[in-house]
């Protein structure tokens, strides 16, 4: 892995934790859109070599929200040399109604 997706990587998780607090309500689809609109891209980048796969984050959030998991945290890179649709991003997922029950922190 390149030193500047290793970086990319590690700002997106970093900015995605400080936003967090455990008491915050889910994303509404909106506050999603807002801060990461590469998350509803339904087509990978056209520079994108033809051998990678897309997987859509669209279908992949709502099989999360059909098995009980809400967003509560989303992220993005920025991007000078593309769209905004087609950035690395980030989100964090929650239990709708968390069955384990611990003193100090909040299974995602």
């Known amino acids: 892995m390149s030193t500047n997706v290793t970086t ?3 700002s997106l998780i970093d900015s995605s934790h400080s ?3 455990a008491f915050e309500r889910p994303l509404d689809p909106g ?6 609109p590469a998350a509803l891209s339904d087509a990978p980048d056209p520079r ?3 051998t990678y796969a897309f997987l859509s984050t669209q279908e ?3 099989a999360l929200l059909d098995v009980g998991f809400v967003p ?3 992220a993005q890179a920025p991007t000078r040399r593309t769209s905004p649709l087609f950035a690395p ?3 964090r997922f929650r239990r709708r109604y968390e ?3 611990l003193r100090d922190c909040i299974p995602e």
């Open 72 to 74: 509560f945290s989303a």
């Open 99 to 101: 069955t384990v029950t």
């Open 31 to 36: 506050q999603l859109r807002e801060r990461s």
């Open 60 to 62: 992949i959030a709502a």
């Open 8 to 10: 990319a990587s590690q």
């Open 19 to 21: 936003a967090v607090s």
């Open 89 to 91: 991003h980030v989100i």
């Open 48 to 50: 994108t070599s033809p």
